[in-house]
């Protein structure tokens, strides 16, 4: 068998690129500039740097002002409720301070005059308006000789003329003969008691001159003890 040896010739394919086109492409591909995003992100104005300080500055101002802001109002808060429990405590202490007081005088009572009298002014002092005087030997005493600690225990009394005081009472020994009812009447003209002692037991009163004058021995005499109104 014989083999034939054919030459086959293709021809070119058809293509619409032509060498200008590939040129221009290329020096298109080669020349052209990176996307305005990126060259924005690697190369940035020398203006764009201070703002952005600036910007972080005035933040940060802002976060120390309102922190500032937060800590006084902090501050401020305990300082006025410090100074709301002082007051409060200061006002309770005198409130108690005041009822105690109350309750001290309402129980006690305020100093009568018949406490003062026949103690020491060294301690009490005297009552001057219920007639206590302070006397030598610094007790509590009626002003003179002639007056009397009430029986009633509200101040001094001073004994009408010719009455005397025997042991604290004012008494009157008549001169002149007056029978039982007359001689209650004679008393309560003076505001006083008609009374019957022995003469035994106004011996250790009565001094020795008004027992030999006025008083005889086994005799009762009509005593009139003292009660007399203020005024007398």
């Known amino acids: 068998m014989e083999h034939e040896f054919r030459e086959f010739s293709t021809s070119p394919l058809p293509s619409s690129i032509t060498t200008d086109e590939i040129n221009k492409s290329s020096r298109m591909a080669r020349y052209e500039r990176p996307p305005t995003a990126v060259a924005m992100s690697n190369c940035q104005s020398p ?47 005198i409130l108690i301070t005041i009822v ?10 305020p100093l009568s005059p018949y406490k003062t009298y026949g103690q020491s002014c060294k301690a009490l002092s005297c009552n ?35 009455w005397s005081i025997v042991n604290g009472k004012c008494i009157f020994v008549s001169t002149f003969n007056l029978n039982w009812s007359d001689a209650i009447t004679y008393c309560k003209s003076f505001t006083a008691q ?39």
Do not use: M
Request: net charge neutral; aromatic share 6%; with cysteine.
């Open 100 to 109: 105690l007081i109350l309750l001290l005088i309402f129980i006690i009572g």
């Open 128 to 162: 001057p308006a219920h007639g206590l005087v302070c006397s030598t030997k610094s007790i509590c005493l009626c002003p003179s000789t002639d007056s009397y600690w009430s029986r009633n225990e509200t101040g001094c009394r001073r004994c009408p003329s010719g």
């Open 47 to 93: 203006t764009t740097v201070p703002s952005v300080n600036s910007r972080q500055t005035e933040a940060e101002r802002r976060l120390l002002l309102e922190k500032d802001i937060s800590d006084a109002h902090e501050k401020g808060f305990w300082v006025c409720r410090l100074w709301q429990l002082l007051l409060t405590l200061n006002i309770t202490i």
């Open 194 to 232: 008609l009374l019957t002692l022995s003469t035994t037991k106004l011996y250790s009163s009565l001094t020795l001159s008004q027992i030999n004058n006025l008083v005889s021995s086994n005799t009762n005499y009509f005593i009139g003890l003292s009660e007399q109104p203020s005024d007398s």
